[in-house]
């Protein structure tokens, strides 16, 4: 069982994690499904719950883990097969190693979303237990936005430094071709300036999102003229698009399908005790 570490809560103080008492979780090691309070706010998580200085970490089988993302990073009523292709891509992102060092992952943007999983959830991530996206023989942090506007783009197009990691590639995206409405954004002048400077990377969006809020400048697919951002999209459009992936699974697209659409050159693998098994190869992953 392979466990990863998640920052859930940030405290004021260490005491201010309450754990309540039940017989599902032991009260001495926060182990099981163990429903903690802090202040009026009430989680129930499965797993361990450790307290590392002022942090509030779950400590969880992946799967649990992956089950949690999808609820939170999905598309409301979107195909099973749209779900599933979520999963392998949040297994992988897990699997690739943790991103911080006192524990593994936040539970912002700059990792990934969870909350608890729902039904559909937790069946995409049973579907695709153990399953990764890899490349290079390394599983692959598969990184997705909610809606690419048309066309995904790749790592270097959004200014994330080059790296020995999956590249990314540009792959059209018909459904938010067909779907996806314009947006408008008027901005002060100083944050229009520093947008058009900043050459549709994500460090410039990010800059004035942190200013002005998340809506700001909804993706990096837009243009500037005569004082006024226009675009399509939600997000840094990277990856999988996870509008593009409702639509096909609406056509009856599979989640391996999908993900050989939005990461090309990577492979879909079993990840098992003893070795990677290539999948994608062989032609059995439905
Ligand atoms: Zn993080
Ligand atoms: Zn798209």
Request: aromatic share 6%; glycine share 10%.
């Amino acid at each position: 069982m392979t466990l990863v570490e998640l920052s859930v809560l940030a405290l004021l103080s260490p005491g201010d994690a309450v754990v309540k008492p039940s017989a599902a979780c032991d009260a001495a090691t926060w182990t099981g499904t163990c429903t903690v309070r802090v202040g009026e706010l009430e989680r129930t998580y499965r797993g361990q719950l450790l307290l590392r200085g002022k942090r509030l970490i779950w400590r969880a089988n992946v799967e649990d883990v992956v089950a949690a993302i999808v609820a939170s990073e999905s598309e409301p009523g979107a195909p099973a097969a749209a779900l599933e292709a979520q999963a392998i891509a949040a297994r992988s992102f897990l699997l690739a190693g943790p991103r911080h060092k006192e524990f593994g992952f936040c539970d912002t943007t700059h990792c990934q979303h969870f909350k608890t999983a729902t039904a559909d959830s937790a069946r995409a991530a049973k579907a695709t237990a153990g399953l990764i996206l890899i490349w290079e023989s390394r599983p692959v942090r598969a990184v997705y936005s909610a809606s690419c506007g048309g066309r995904t783009k790749t790592a270097k197009e959004v200014g994330w430094p080059e790296s020995s990691e999956y590249p990314y590639f540009a792959v059209p995206c018909k459904v938010c071709q067909l779907q996806e409405p314009q947006w408008v954004r008027r901005l002060p002048a100083s944050e229009l300036a520093a947008i058009a400077a900043g050459n549709r990377e994500e460090s410039a969006r990010l800059r004035v999102g942190r200013e002005l809020g998340w809506d700001a400048v909804p993706s990096n697919n837009y243009s500037v003229n005569g004082g006024v951002l226009t675009g399509r999209g939600r997000g840094h459009g990277v990856g999988l698009c996870q509008r593009g992936a409702a639509g096909l699974a609406r056509e009856g697209w599979s989640a391996l399908r999908i993900l050989e659409h939005y990461y090309p050159g990577t492979l879909t693998a079993r990840i098992g005790a003893q070795n990677v098994k290539i999948l994608s190869e062989l032609g059995q992953v439905p």
